[in-house]
Each structure stands twice: as structure tokens, then as C-alpha cells.
């Protein structure tokens, strides 16, 4: 049944969502940084404006009334050149701390306002020249495109709004406004000052709101934008698992194992013993002394399967012996089905056969003697 349906009605997969990161498309309002670095500008000017309009003051009366440059020892070029460089300094100094302050808040605020929206993401890729952007053909399609249009008409709606706002802000002060000739010019200058930041301050709340709005529906955007029809579900959870035929083969293939490796551990059953190591690798031995020259291995297996093999002998009461490196040696060099032909290996079996047969109650020696006897 084919249903490639075109409609996007899945939910977007944390791989997809990462691949869009990873190129750059993230949710974010571009207004938003910008509308809270104004409102804090507005509100440091409210707060700290008074300390540094009175600092540029004073400086100012200074230069004007004290004679800096005019003193006897600036009658050389030198020192008249020293003493400016000096006051230059003494400048920049007096300056750097409240206005330091400002700048790097506001830098702060930007910064914070970027990462709460999309985290932190780096993609030195897109510091690249991209010479696509000088294609006047896509260039005049980003002019006319829909988002261009849509990003007009947000702005004459934003100008509207501010425009509103200023409008009530200043009707509301219309009668103090009109009250000021009965001012001094300090008074009014005081007065201006504060309704320009208060009205300013209106305006930038506004912005904020709007900017937030912008976010949750580029936000929305976004995630619709990332939704997933049926075809292109089926196309991640292909990339993602892998194709389905070569999946199946695998599996196939890991069931074979599987098998392989259970065959291997049916044959503990018919063991006479098995050796440990003691708990990566298990050997299952069988010996009958008037049928075999040397003892058997019916199973073995590592990790799992070597678990499963000391659990079968203790169901079957089969003696389990702890010999590490004899465990490891016979794991690696004699293969299900073949009997032990090393001679190091026969000598340490002949003790551990022998205690397993008398655990279980036969005489390994009566057993050997009628072979002889049958044989003879």
C-alpha cells in the first residue's frame, strides 16, 4: 500500500532537529535582542544618566575656566605636547568607568538575549565568504519573497504601535507640557529630559511585547516548518537504522549466530565436567575411559554463553572446576567436537577427570582396566 502522503502531520525527530541546527535554522527573533538592549539603555540612562551628564559637566567647566595649555612650562612644543597627551589620558580615564558600565551591560543584555533563544551555537562554517549571496537573480528573489513582504508589513505595524504609544504619552503630559512657560529654563530642561526617557521608556515596552510575540511565532514557524510527512519519516528511520533489506540480512546473519552459539551449549548436557576461568570462559569436557583415548570438549562459550553452560551443569549435577589458564588454553586451541591432543593440557585433565569421577561416584581406574581386559 503506498501512502507517501504529502501533508507533514509527524512531530520533528531529534536527529532532524539537529541537522537544522547544525545548518544555521534555529527559532529566533531578531528584534528581540534589539528591543531589550534599547529598554535597558533607556533604563541606564534613567538611572545612571544623572551621575554621568553631571561627570561631562564638570569636566567641561574645567577645561573651559582653568588655563591647562597656557602655563610657562608649555611655552616649548614639547612640553605643550606633553601636557596635552596627559590631559588626553586623564580623559579617557575619567570617562571609561561610567560609560564602561553602560556599554558592557548592554553587551550583556545582547548576548543573554541570543543565547536564551537559541543556546550556545557556533558554526565557524558560516563565517565563510559566501559568493551564492552576490547572485542579483536570488538577491532580487529575497527582496520580493514573501518574508520580505512579511517583514514590511511588521515594521509599518511596529511604527504604528510606537507612534500610538508616543501619542497617548505625550497626551497624558499635555497639560504639564503647556504649564512650562511658568518654568525656569532648569526646570524645563529637568522636565524634558525625564518625559523624553519616560515616553522613550513606554515605547521600548512596547517593542519588547511585540518582539516577544515575533518569537513565539517564529517558534511556531519553525516547528512546522520541521514537521515530517510519511515519505520523509520513512526516509530518516531509513538513514537512521539502516536499509531494510541490509538490516534484515543482518539480522539473519545475528540469528545464525545465535544459533551456532546455542548448538555450541546444548552439548553441555553429555559433559562429564567443566572447567572455568571463572567466570569469562567455560569448557565442558567429556571422558569415557572405554571409548576415548583423550577427553572431548562437547561446549564452551565466553561471557553469556559461559554462564549459560555452568547454569546447565549445575542442573545436570555436573561437577564445575575452577582452572583458569587451563580454561583459557582449551577455549582458544581445541574447537567444539575435538578431542585434547596437548600434553600439558592432558596432564592437568587427568586429575581434574579423575576428581570429577569420583564426585560422581565412579572408579575411572575400574573403567580403564575393562578396556585393557576387552582389549586384551
Known sequence: MADDGGDKTHEATPRRREQAREKGQVAMSQDLAAALVLLFAIILLMTLGKQVAEHFIDYSRTMLSDPLFLISENEEID?????????????????MRPLSMFFLTLLAVAVLANIAQIGFLWLPDKLGFDFTRLDPIKGFGRIFSMQSVMRLVMGIVKIIICAVVAYYA??????????????????????????????????AVALVIIAILDYMYQKWKFEQDLRMSNEEMREEMKN???????????????????????????????????????????????FDPETMDVPIVVAKGADFLAQQIRKIALEHGIPIIEKKLLAQALFKTVAIGQPVRETDHLTALAEIM??????????IDEELRRRQHRAA
Not at 512657560?181 to 513606554?202: F, G, P, R
Open 170 to 203: 505625550v497626551w497624558g503630559e499635555i497639560g504639564t507640557i503647556l504649564n512650562l512657560t511658568e518654568k525656569d529654563e532648569n526646570q524645563i530642561s529637568y522636565y524634558l529630559v525625564q518625559t523624553l526617557l519616560m515616553i522613550a521608556l513606554k515605547v
Open 240 to 286: 537512521m537504522l539502516g536499509d531494510p533489506q541490509v538490516l534484515g540480512k543482518r539480522r539473519q546473519i545475528q540469528r545464525e549466530m545465535a544459533m551456532k552459539q546455542r548448538g555450541g551449549v546444548q552439548g553441555t548436557s553429555d559433559a562429564d565436567v567443566v572447567v572455568t576461568n571463572p567466570t569469562h570462559y567455560a569448557v565442558a569436557l567429556k
Open 354 to 363: 579423575a576428581y570429577a569421577y569420583r564426585l560422581s561416584g565412579r572408579n
Open 79 to 95: 612640553g605643550l605636547n606633553q601636557s596635552v597627551m596627559n590631559e588626553f589620558y586623564k580623559t579617557v580615564l575619567s570617562f
